[in-house]
């Protein structure tokens, strides 16, 4: 009986504690959903003011009556003018075309490096590793001085094209990073076989390396393509006529006349600039978040 | 006679093949530092080219006058720490850059934390929202940020009025102006170390949790002594790396203030293209930048072992 009564008490106890547990966690589970949701919406406020903004009228803008963060007679016509002006379209077509060149570029060379280094030890190979990993600590705000004066020591000042020469600094260290952790990770017995088999290097890269770090190769190249599509101090710099202009900058300078700014149309700008690498975001994201992880975990 | 001259040529053929494959090894070992020669070769003048010979051709540049025609040493240091407005680029640029990495490093470790509270899947849905300052474009956020600041049309300020409180001068005044800027780094920042951390958080091993849950743990106990050391590699790592990102920051501030008001809010790339750029000033532009190079130095010293340290750990 004694013994039974414990058992019982033990039981309930057992039992109470377990409640009190799952009560905890519960309590923690939906604590950190009213957290994160506060959190998220506070983060989601600058896009949010940015598409509501690029949905008025000039006049409803500067008449500052109502609430600025409602939109009383939403209009497409900032975006319709922008799309149909000779200038926005030029700059986005010279982003266009500078973005596709340099990531294209920054992952034939990147990719080229990283199996040599991953895969050929050669004279100075891990030197080369370390050099690749310190210039891409190197930020554009230490280089663009001097690349002033190389650039237009080469006569491509205010030319959309010195802009192919400027970028691969920044992508190309980074992606050759992430490039040999991802090859690294792939089997020694994978490549030997090959070997046996009589392939030469460049097969070895083209018909095992590069599918089965396709992964790899993706993250890569989105971040190549985000580096390019938003760099904002180089083409600041070097370039300063609207035929040679890219979008991030353009933005700013066209709509921008001393004092006149149109809002409405700077922010319907911004969005579209800002809309091709959250598009890819949205459909790559997990390749996007592992790239982003990769940089200091090596692959 | 078919029959008799097939085994001979069989031989030669056997014998050519053998010393092929000793001939053919001799050229593949030539032929494998050659190969990986010219394929890291584009890598090697991007670097050489574009990164390391700008780089010494900028403390070239750093000791020449003005109009780049006398050599002057290291005058234009002296001369920019001389100065009361440099010396506050200093103070600014270092207020700036810790300031905003101790924000984005807690907002992203309280983040991180409440994600991993919550199922994977609505993980993802909260992650793919979260993440989204950080895929914008930095100049094209930061335009909707001056937009918000705006001294006669501030949104913020109108919610202020609303709520009875006073209209701030976001960029108007310094401290405002401070406190605006490093709010922006931070909001395009902090998703970032959210990010770092959670892929942190989820290699802890549960059965440490577990453990010390047997032992009766409390969740401070289990974040002190579990998490944070389990975490500390990953945490450094982040860290530095923003440093150095937040050091060399230029978007935010040439977009929100241009420096101003009265050049108290310029870091050094902004206060570098001002002086190098738009005030035709090379030489001292390229000193100003350079100032940011022995910080750089030493964090990168930091992150490389840090990186090694942690490739060590994993192999």
Redesign the interface.
């Known amino acids: 009986m004694n013994a039974a009564q414990t058992a019982v008490s033990e039981e309930a106890l057992a039992q109470l504690h377990g409640k009190s547990m799952r009560r905890q966690r519960r309590w923690?589970?939906w604590?950190?959903?009213i957290?994160?949701t506060v959190?998220?919406f506070m983060?989601?406020?600058?896009?949010i003011?940015?598409l509501t903004?690029s949905l008025k009228t000039s006049a409803e803008?500067s008449s500052?009556q109502g609430?600025?963060?409602l939109v009383q007679h939403p209009v497409l016509d900032n975006f319709i003018e922008l799309i149909t002006d000779d200038h926005f379209q030029t700059f986005f077509l010279n982003s266009v075309k500078i973005t596709v060149v340099v990531v294209i570029l920054s992952m034939?060379?990147?990719i080229?490096?990283a199996?040599?280094?991953a895969r050929?030890r050669?004279?100075g190979?891990a030197a080369?590793a370390?050099?690749?990993?310190?210039?891409y600590?190197?930020?554009?705000?230490?280089?663009?001085?001097?690349?002033?004066?190389?650039v237009g020591a080469l006569g491509l000042m205010n030319n959309t094209w010195s802009l192919v020469?400027?970028y691969?600094?920044l992508t190309?260290?980074f992606c050759?990073w992430i490039m040999i952790g991802y090859f690294s990770s792939i089997p020694k017995e994978l490549d030997e076989a090959a070997l046996i088999d009589g392939a030469t290097?460049l097969q070895m890269l083209v018909k095992i390396f590069i599918p089965v770090a396709l992964p790899g190769i993706i993250a890569a190249t989105i971040f190549a393509f985000?580096v390019s599509?938003?760099q904002?101090?180089y083409p600041?710099?070097f370039l300063f006529s609207s035929d040679q202009m890219v979008l991030?900058?353009g933005?700013?300078t066209e709509l921008i006349r001393g004092d006149v700014f149109q809002?409405g149309k700077?922010?319907a700008g911004?969005?579209m600039?800002?809309l091709p690498?959250?598009i890819i975001?949205?459909f790559l994201?997990d390749y996007?978040?592992s790239g982003?992880?990769a940089?200091?975990?090596?692959g | 006679m078919a029959e008799v001259s097939d085994v001979p040529s069989e031989f030669a053929l056997r014998t050519a093949a053998t010393a092929g494959q000793v001939n053919g090894l001799r050229r593949l070992l030539r032929r494998?530092?050659t190969?990986?020669?010219l394929?890291?070769l584009?890598?090697?003048l991007?670097?050489v080219g574009?990164?390391?010979w700008?780089?010494v051709?900028?403390i070239y540049?750093s000791m020449l006058n003005k109009k780049m025609t006398a050599f002057v040493g290291i005058d234009n240091f002296t001369f920019l720490l001389k100065r009361s407005t440099f010396q506050m680029v200093i103070f600014q640029t270092v207020f700036f850059a810790v300031a905003a990495v101790i924000f984005k490093a807690l907002i992203g470790f309280?983040?991180a934390h409440?994600?991993h509270?919550?199922p994977s899947k609505?993980q993802?849905a909260?992650?793919?929202?979260?993440?989204?300052?950080w895929?914008?474009?930095?100049?094209?956020?930061t335009?909707?940020?001056w937009?918000?600041f705006?001294p006669?049309?501030s949104?913020f300020n109108?919610?202020l009025n609303v709520l009875g409180a006073p209209a701030v001068p976001w960029l108007g005044e310094t401290w405002w102006a401070r406190f605006s800027v490093i709010l922006v780094n931070v909001?395009i920042g902090?998703?970032?170390f959210m990010?770092?951390y959670l892929?942190a958080l989820k290699s802890v091993p549960e059965e440490l949790y577990e453990a010390a849950a047997i032992d009766g743990a409390s969740a401070w106990q289990k974040l002190v002594h579990i998490t944070l050391p389990m975490m500390r590699n990953?945490i450094s790592?982040?860290v530095l790396?923003s440093l150095?990102?937040t050091?060399?920051?230029?978007?935010i501030v040439?977009?929100l203030t241009n420096g101003g008001p009265q050049d108290q809010t310029h870091l050094?790339?902004t206060y570098?293209?001002q002086v190098?750029?738009q005030s035709g000033d090379?030489p001292l532009?390229?000193s100003v930048?350079?100032f940011?190079?022995p910080l750089?130095a030493v964090?990168?010293y930091f992150?490389?072992s840090g990186?090694n340290r942690?490739?060590k750990e994993?192999m």
């Open positions: 923690a589970l604590g950190s959903y957290a994160l959190f998220t983060f989601l406020i600058p896009p003011y940015t903004t803008i500052r609430n600025p963060w034939v060379i990147s080229l490096a199996f040599a280094l050929m050669f004279w190979s080369l370390t050099g690749v990993f310190l210039t600590l190197v930020p554009e705000s230490l280089l663009f001085i001097p690349m002033f004066q190389i020469l400027l691969p600094t190309v260290p050759t290097y985000t599509w938003g904002f101090l600041l710099a991030t900058v933005i700013v809002w700077i922010m911004s969005l600039a800002a690498p959250v975001y949205a994201m996007y978040i982003l992880t940089g200091a975990t090596k | 494998r530092s190969i990986a020669f394929m890291t584009p890598l090697i991007v670097i574009l990164v390391a700008p780089s051709y900028s540049l309280i983040l409440l994600m509270n919550i609505t993802r909260y992650r793919a929202l979260l993440l989204l300052p895929v914008i474009p930095a100049a094209m956020s335009l909707t940020w937009w918000l705006d006669s049309y949104a109108w919610a909001w902090a998703p970032f990010i770092m892929a990953i790592i982040t790396f150095i990102l050091f060399a920051n230029f978007d040439r977009i050094f790339s570098a293209f190098g750029i090379i532009g390229a930048s350079l940011m190079l750089l964090f990168a992150i490389l990186v942690r490739t994993v």
